[in-house]
């Protein structure tokens, strides 16, 4: 069986490309639901495999961002000035988060609107000096619950223009 037959005609297949979907920046798990169901997984399954998927990269997210961004600043300026625009954002979105904390990153990161989501609030938290082990349980109810937002509106989307 070829890769790509495998990919999109088993449910191990369309498991894994919604998986790396929801990994995407931008995209995560607000385009992971939609796509994990148009290739015909159920909804709970596209939910949990998204929401798996979507935090994959967080904790290395928070944890090695500094660092990543110390080494982008000194291999170009053309990196530099993408790093600054980077943090500009996060520090500008992170304003909303500073004054209600580990809930605020919660509501943050669970509104399913472009700028917001898993890989912004972990951008934010990593900026803002949150500990790991309270950012990640705030992020993660943010993914559950625009996970869920999301997977009522496929849903419901789905309804309304099925044949």
Request: aromatic share 10%.
């Amino acid at each position: 069986m070829e890769l790509f037959e495998w990919l999109t005609s088993t449910t191990w297949g369309e498991s894994l490309m919604t998986l790396l979907v929801s990994m995407v920046p931008v995209i995560e798990l607000r385009g992971g639901v939609p796509f994990g169901t148009a290739l015909g997984l159920a909804p709970l399954h596209a939910l949990v495999v998204c929401i798996i998927g979507n935090m994959i990269p967080i904790p290395f997210i928070i944890v090695y961002i500094r660092r990543i961004f110390q080494w982008m600043r000194r291999k170009s300026p053309k990196l530099n000035s993408l790093v600054d625009r980077l943090e500009a954002k996060a520090h500008l979105k992170g304003k909303k988060v500073t004054r209600y904390k580990y809930i605020g990153l919660w509501i943050f990161v669970a509104i399913p609107l472009p700028g917001t989501g898993a890989w912004t609030g972990a951008l934010i938290a990593a900026l803002l000096d949150m500990p790991l082990r309270k950012a990640v349980p705030s992020i993660f109810l943010g993914v559950v619950t625009a996970g869920l937002i999301m997977t009522l509106a496929t849903g419901t989307v789905v309804a309304i223009f099925a044949p």
